[in-house]
């Protein structure tokens, strides 16, 4: 069955290393959204793509995260130098983009970063 | 800002009934979600409202009042598994959504 797929699905790593998620969305979708979701803060949307053009990024840390479609298949959400604050997991998301229920964003399984 | 406020955490026991409110800002509404996420899990849709009134499914349902800016999920015949977080998202243009912090349900036997 369809379902967004996202890879690592763990990932431990060192401050000031790059870290680099990558999401497969749901074949026919054409809007990807990225989430960083945290205890304190639950769920934040960091970025999202239409049509693999970026729409909005205003939740991103511009200076050290970076989102891009390099084609319609991958998405990646790249974070270089990491942080300790990173430290999240990391869903992507897709949708079809219609009005009405078609609209639902499907998650995928997530990037559980921890920096140490 | 765009806040979403729900309570964050609620017990409830099983085979009873839980309602689990969400309030928003109203302007620039666009539809509202509710996402169910268990533990270590992605967040699940559960149901969509952008008109007002109740909308059913089964065990759940989710109700709208566009003018008050608020949201109910009903969980009727609770069951062990409903054990699980429940998100109220809102949609402010045509695909961003704003995500409440959640409301962490339990269910007890």
């Known amino acids: 069955d369809a379902r967004v797929t996202q890879t690592p699905r763990h990932k431990v790593t060192e401050m000031g290393q790059e870290v680099t998620m990558r999401c497969q969305p749901i074949?026919?979708?054409?809007?990807v959204f990225w989430y960083r979701q945290t205890m304190m803060q639950g769920l934040e949307l960091l970025a999202y793509?239409?049509?693999?053009?970026?729409?909005?990024d205003s939740g991103m840390p511009k200076d050290r995260f970076s989102a891009e479609m390099p084609d319609a298949t991958l998405a990646t959400l790249k974070i270089q130098p990491s942080e300790p604050r990173d430290s999240a997991v990391y869903f992507c998301?897709?949708?079809?983009?219609?009005?009405?229920?078609?609209?639902?964003?499907?998650f995928g399984p997530g990037t559980r970063l921890l920096v140490l | 800002g765009q806040n979403i406020d729900q309570p964050t955490e609620m017990t409830a026991t099983e085979g009873a009934i839980v309602q689990i409110n969400c309030t928003y800002q109203?302007?620039?509404?666009?539809?509202l979600f509710w996402y169910q996420q268990h533990a270590g899990e992605a967040p699940t849709f559960l149901s969509y409202?952008?008109?007002?009134g109740l909308e059913e499914k089964g065990r759940f349902s989710s109700f709208l009042s566009r003018s008050k800016g608020y949201s109910y999920l009903l969980l009727k015949e609770l069951q062990m598994k409903d054990s699980a977080s429940y998100l109220c998202?809102?949609?402010?243009?045509?695909?961003?959504?704003?995500f409440g912090t959640g409301t962490r349900l339990q269910v007890f036997p």
């Open positions: 109203t302007s620039g509404f666009n539809g």
């Open positions: 409202n952008v008109l007002d």
């Open positions: 074949l026919g979708h054409n809007t």
């Open positions: 998202a809102v949609r402010y243009n045509t695909d961003k959504l704003i």
């Open positions: 998301a897709s949708g079809l983009g219609l009005a009405g229920p078609q609209e639902t964003q499907y």
């Open positions: 793509f239409r049509n693999r053009a970026p729409l909005d």
